[in-house]
Nanobody
Framework: QVQPVQSGGGLVQAGGSLRLSCAASGRTFSSYAMGWFRQAPGKEREFVAG????????YYGDSVKGRFTISRDNAKNTVYLQMNSLKPEDTAVYYCAADLIKTIPRGSWGQGTQVTVSS
């Protein structure tokens, strides 16, 4: 079982960058695809990005393609989300999730971290 613990996030101006981290406990971290989701107030949770168990495959939601990059370091049991060219509409609570099948998480969720982009 992999339990994600998130860090990063905060307040940034439009056009700026932030990096989120998700450190997962458990010896089987490198066996799982991992992903990021987000939920803005009054909206449904949205898929942001996913990465295969070895980092060889990455995929993104349409709204973040070309701006966000997901990566992982299995030696550190950590997955990252680098967010560039941030927009006010990226404001949301971001969640890390374990054990993705395409865009469907089957494992545990991180605690969530707020990202706020000011205009």
């Amino acid at each position: 079982q992999v339990q994600p613990v998130q860090s990063g996030g905060g307040l940034v101006q439009a056009g700026g960058s932030l990096r989120l981290s998700c450190a997962a406990s458990g010896r089987t971290f490198s066996s799982y695809a991992m992903g990021w989701f987000r939920q803005a107030p009054g909206k449904e949770r949205e898929f942001v990005a996913g990465i295969s168990w070895n980092g060889g495959s990455t995929y993104y939601g349409d709204s973040v393609k070309g701006r966000f990059t997901i990566s992982r370091d299995n030696a550190k049991n950590t997955v990252y989300l680098q967010m560039n060219s941030l927009k006010p509409e990226d404001t949301a609570v971001y969640y890390c999730a374990a054990d993705l099948i395409k865009t469907i998480p089957r494992g545990s969720w991180g605690q969530g971290t707020q990202v706020t982009v000011s205009s």
